[in-house]
């Protein structure tokens, strides 16, 4: 009875998923290198993409995507955030 959303930016991993009829958000929100002013944009535009998308879990994976991923779910008022 769940309605599963997944966020990714690697092409080859939605159209995997798509195969197997999993959705997929491909945004860039996150990106490997570090660079403060773009991440920030980054982290808004995922908190609004949480807010607006009136999400219960946010599941996150990797380190910076982890840490970017579980701020923007707490600052949406995500109840559930699991790394």
Same mark, same amino acid.
């Given at each position: 009875g769940w309605h599963v959303e997944v966020l990714a930016t690697d092409p080859e991993f939605c159209r995997r998923a798509a195969e197997?009829? +999993?959705?997929?958000?491909?945004?860039? +929100? *996150?990106? @490997? !290198?570090i660079r403060p002013w773009r991440d920030l944009g980054g982290l808004l535009r995922l +908190? *609004?993409?949480l807010r607006r998308g009136g999400y219960t879990i946010v599941h996150t994976h990797t380190t910076k995507a982890?840490? +970017?991923? @579980? =701020?923007? !779910?707490? =600052? !949406?008022g995500v109840p559930i955030v699991v790394h």
């Open positions: 197997v009829d +999993v959705p997929t958000l491909q945004k860039e +929100v *996150i990106w @490997r !290198a +908190v *609004i993409l982890g840490f +970017v991923g @579980r =701020l923007a !779910a707490y =600052l !949406a």
